[in-house]
């Protein structure tokens, strides 16, 4: 690649501190590869405050354009450097709008860069580490205030109310996610909305939410029993939890996201509830919450130190209930560390 281009999101953010919205104005980074240079087109009216958030050490070109004018003629002084050379993009985030643009005036040869940037974005540094322990800090106060609200006729959405004031109050700018409370029968959907079912005596409730603290993302998920849970639930949470922590315990620098994977779902296998756990083990986290490594068996590459990622092993069976726990993990060259700490013992209310 002689380019990369970065859209408004996560990538720009992590490399230049901008955090520019996606919107139908064009707004694009496009920086070189020998780093000497970035060149920002954007609507005149972000300038200001883009010229008041870019910190980096690299010198940047500002090539606003107004409503009236277009974006084209900004794009075009801007990207006199790609005529004819091969640009990165990022394939899950730049539009055809964008795309077709850069074609247009500077005919370039466009390859998918997502692999590179995440490789990078991947291995957390301290500062990052950080800042994702104060997230887990702050979702994990919020989960306490959460659990101990719960009780028959409380609604799924009065929780996570609840759940989303006690992680602000904490510190937190708002949550990572949209927070899941699913009781009941609600919670054999692995991705329940949260809606209005009253919690009843014999539920299993899943809670999976997460705080966003100075850009950087949390994400936990514990499963609570409203009063004695029966045989078939006490397995399904005895093997989850045996998972979990095989996973934690087991996942080391070197590993791939596939044996990571494995190494929870054989737990779940050997318990002879393989198929109820429908979803990959986990995924990375940082800046979003959902970003690679993914640990599933699709995914061969081997894990770094200074990766974070979630393990959440679940099982989920209609007319008795799910059952997820999800800790947030960190690669150390000791091994795994887990940051979230809240107890995972089940929690029967």
Known sequence: MDYVVLMPGANL?????????????????LIAADAQSIHIVLPALEQPRALAEYSGEIAVRWFPWSDDEGPMNALRNAAAGLIGRTVGVEYTTMRVMELRALEEVAGIHSIDASAAIASLRMQKGNDEIELMREAVRIVEAGLKTAIE???????????????????????GEGPSFATIVASGPNSANPHHTTGERQIQTGDLVILDGGALYRGYCSDITRTVSVGEPTAQQRKLYDAVLAANRAACAGAKPGMSGAQVDRLARQVIEDAEL???????????????????PYIASTNKVALPIGTVFT???????????????????????????????????????
């Open 274 to 292: 393989g198929r109820y756990f429908i979803h990959r083990t986990g995924h990375g986290l940082g800046m979003e919450i959902h970003e690679p």
């Open 13 to 29: 953010q992590y490399f230049t501190g901008l955090s520019l919205h996606l919107s139908e104005r064009l707004a694009l980074a």
């Open 311 to 349: 393990v959440e092993p679940g099982t989920y069976v209609a007319g008795i209930g799910g059952v997820r726990i999800e800790d947030d993990v960190l690669l150390t060259a000791n091994g795994a560390e887990c940051l979230t700490n809240f107890p995972r013992e089940l929690i029967v209310k």
């Open 149 to 171: 609200a719960i009780q028959p006729g409380r609604t799924e959405r009065e929780i996570a109310r609840m759940w989303e004031e006690a992680m602000q109050a904490a510190g």
